[in-house]
């Protein structure tokens, strides 16, 4: 079975804190995405990796970057967190060619 | 871009009742589409999907949708509602053409099962 893992279920940080989520699959996926979750809203794309070292933008971007550098880890760093950042963050991995992904259980994240 | 609206954030049915959750998209190519399971505190789940042929797509659990150009639409379907079905239900889309396989989410739609 892919086992997409994700460094914590739960999270807790204060405002301006740089704030590290990392995910790891097992299964030698090419793309790695991360999402944030949030009622109402669905999943919104955050980036996306389809290489070690290669990233792309995804819907909302801003306050956030990623690091790729191992093909099975995709970290996702909020800079300088906010309490807008609040919020369930769902990491996935996907064969190229494919469109079925798979997810991490998610890590919630509160900003105080 | 694309779009998908999902009507009902939150819908309730009695056990044993049939299930229906509504999918609508927008999208310039003909798409993909998807229906995930979301179970409480956990991470979404794969329930089918259709790519090409056959519109009508069975998926685990007993459920099954039915791609409708024509109504550019995705619905998701089962028969007869057991307990084990409360949870949150994604629409999502993407467009097969596209690097990357992204997929377009609804805002999901959560559904409660009364005894």
């Known amino acids: 079975d892919v086992k997409v893992t994700q460094s914590s279920r739960y999270l807790v940080k204060r405002t301006g804190e740089k704030v590290f989520l990392e995910c790891v699959q097992d299964?030698?996926?090419?793309?790695m995405f991360w999402y944030r979750q949030d009622p109402g809203l669905g999943l919104r794309l955050i980036y996306f990796?389809?290489?070690?070292?290669?990233?792309e933008k995804g819907d909302i971007p801003e306050g956030y970057s990623v690091s790729r550098e191992k093909k099975e880890r995709f970290s996702l760093i909020l800079e300088s967190a906010s309490t807008n950042q609040t919020s369930m963050y769902l990491c996935?991995?996907?064969?190229?060619?494919?469109?079925?992904?798979?997810f991490g259980p998610g890590t919630r994240l509160t900003v105080l | 871009a694309q779009s998908v609206t999902q009507l009902g954030s939150h819908v309730s049915v009695s056990e044993g009742a049939l299930v229906l959750l509504r999918c609508n998209y927008s999208?310039?190519?003909?798409?993909?589409l998807f229906w995930y399971v979301q179970y409480p505190n956990q991470g979404l789940q794969l329930l089918l999907k259709?790519?090409?042929?056959?519109?009508l797509v069975k998926g685990i659990n007993g459920f099954e949708a039915e791609f409708k150009k024509s109504e550019t639409s995705f619905h998701l379907t089962k028969p007869s509602a057991h307990m084990s079905d409360a949870a949150e239900y994604f629409c999502?889309?993407?467009?097969?053409?596209?690097?990357?396989?992204?997929?377009?989410f609804g805002g999901g739609t959560r559904v409660l099962v009364k005894p």
């Open positions: 999502a889309v993407s467009d097969p053409g596209a690097a990357g396989n992204k997929l377009t």
């Open positions: 299964m030698d996926h090419e793309n």
């Open positions: 990796s389809y290489d070690v070292k290669m990233k």
């Open positions: 259709y790519t090409t042929g056959a519109t």
């Open positions: 999208s310039s190519v003909p798409p993909y």
């Open positions: 996935a991995s996907s064969w190229p060619g494919t469109d079925t992904q798979y």
